[in-house]
């Protein structure tokens, strides 16, 4: 007997019929509904979810956001609003901007009628899950904007140190090194010494080499070289199928689809359809978005402004992204949007400044980050650090860098 006092199993009497339900010896349907949902099911609070529920919650979205410098008076905001119409009437002539939204619909995530299987998308997400089944580690190998880029979708998306962690600490992902044109030789040997370590597991002592990018550069070429020789030698290669990665991840002619990264990014388990959908979102708003409120034509206006006050061409100011985004500068220095590192004025910055980090603060005294924003900077504010605002992010720079061109 349970503690109601009846058999397990058996229902209530005023479910079945007695002299409670009104039937005698009859079933009754309604009281059964009524009696089941009230008597025998626990329903979780309205607003609670739980914990074993085939329910999720729906990742944030939120946009992020381009502020222009407020301390700007006279000369430079009178520029700033010079520009941002003649900058807005450039906007339509912009071939349509829709790398991420074609990419996600030829993978079925925007319920377009599409074959999933034959879309670039799955067979890059297809070879990545191939690669982390195969091998423990991987090395990245790409030209300096390339390589960079990697490394920030590392920074931003991954543990902050994903390649010290155990396999099970990975989540079965394997650790994954970069290597560029402007690394130095104790960087290369190192890494090699690393891969000669044997262990006796065959996933655990297994690496393989994906390029990313063009590779045009001879150093990054003799770099691809070396690790192919060594891991001949070695049998260390499990397969990367480099061919997946040059026909899915090939940039456009301008170079700005972003596409490079997303293989080594998804062999680190980050979510690369998120990035994409970031992008795409970034592209809608380009498209869409009302005049002055266009982080896009804000971002243009600001560098034209400052360039046209320095009697520079632009680009003048440079990219200022947290410590460990500094792949970021070099991507976007590529792309021709903000000055290389090295060269941006010392006056003249964007700061990029991330408002929730991923994980909590450390101390209740110790803000998550210092205040980064100094006058006449302006800023790009992203909500949080994850998939989709990154994506955003690549999507503005990228935009901009083509919208920029177009102005002339």
């Known amino acids: 007997m349970g503690a109601s006092g009846r058999a397990p199993g058996r229902l209530p009497k005023d479910v079945v019929g007695g002299a409670g339900a009104g039937f005698k010896g009859s079933f009754a349907p309604a009281a059964f509904t009524v009696a089941v949902a009230r ?32 301390a700007w008076t006279g000369g430079a905001a009178d520029r700033f609003r010079d520009w941002v119409p003649r900058i ?10 829709d790398t991420a939204t074609a990419i996600l619909a030829g993978y079925g995530t925007l319920r377009a009628p599409a074959r999933r299987r034959e879309s670039p998308l799955f067979a890059l997400l297809a070879s990545a899950r191939r690669v982390r089944e195969e091998v423990d580690r991987v090395v990245v190998v790409g030209d300096r904007p390339d390589r960079g880029l990697v490394d920030l979708l590392l920074a931003a998306c991954c543990h902050p140190l994903h390649v ?3 396999r099970a600490g990975r989540g079965g992902r394997p650790q994954v090194f970069t290597l560029g044109p402007e690394d130095d030789d104790d960087r290369v040997q ?32 003799l770099l691809l070289a070396l690790l192919g020789s060594v891991r001949g030698t070695a049998g260390g290669d499990a397969g990367a199928a480099p061919e997946v990665d040059r026909a899915s991840s090939a940039p456009t002619a301008a170079g700005e689809a972003c596409l490079a990264p997303l293989l ?17 979102a970034m592209e809608r708003r380009f498209a869409e978005a009302a005049l002055g409120s266009n982080p896009v034509v804000t971002f243009v206006a600001v560098g034209r402004a400052l360039a046209e006050g320095d009697g520079h061409a632009p680009p003048r100011r440079g990219l200022h992204p947290p ?37 909590r603060p450390f101390g209740p005294d110790v803000p998550p980050q210092p205040p980064a924003v100094a006058a006449g900077l302006d800023a790009i504010r992203l909500p949080r650090a994850d998939e989709h605002a990154v994506g955003q992010v690549l999507a503005l720079l990228a935009l901009a860098a083509r919208l920029d061109r177009l102005v002339g």
């Open 323 to 359: 410590p460990s985004w500094q792949g970021l500068a070099e991507w976007a220095a590529a792309l021709g949007v903000v000055a290389p590192p090295t060269a941006a004025g010392a006056g003249h910055g964007t700061v990029l400044e991330v408002e929730s980090c991923r994980r």
């Open 88 to 97: 807005e009437a450039a906007r339509p002539r912009l071939a349509a901007p």
């Open 164 to 166: 010290h962690l155990s």
């Open 264 to 280: 080594p990014a998804a062999i680190a388990g980050i979510d690369v359809v998120r990035i994409l959908e970031g992008m795409a």
């Open 39 to 70: 008597r025998i099911l626990t329903v979780p609070p309205r607003g609670v979810i739980p914990s074993m529920s085939v329910i999720r919650p729906r990742p944030p979205t939120d946009p992020i956001m381009h502020e222009v410098p407020a």
């Open 190 to 221: 190192g890494l090699l010494d690393l891969l000669a370590e044997r262990t006796g597991d065959a996933l655990r002592d297994a690496w393989s080499v994906v390029p990313t990018g063009p590779c045009a550069d001879r150093r990054t070429g």
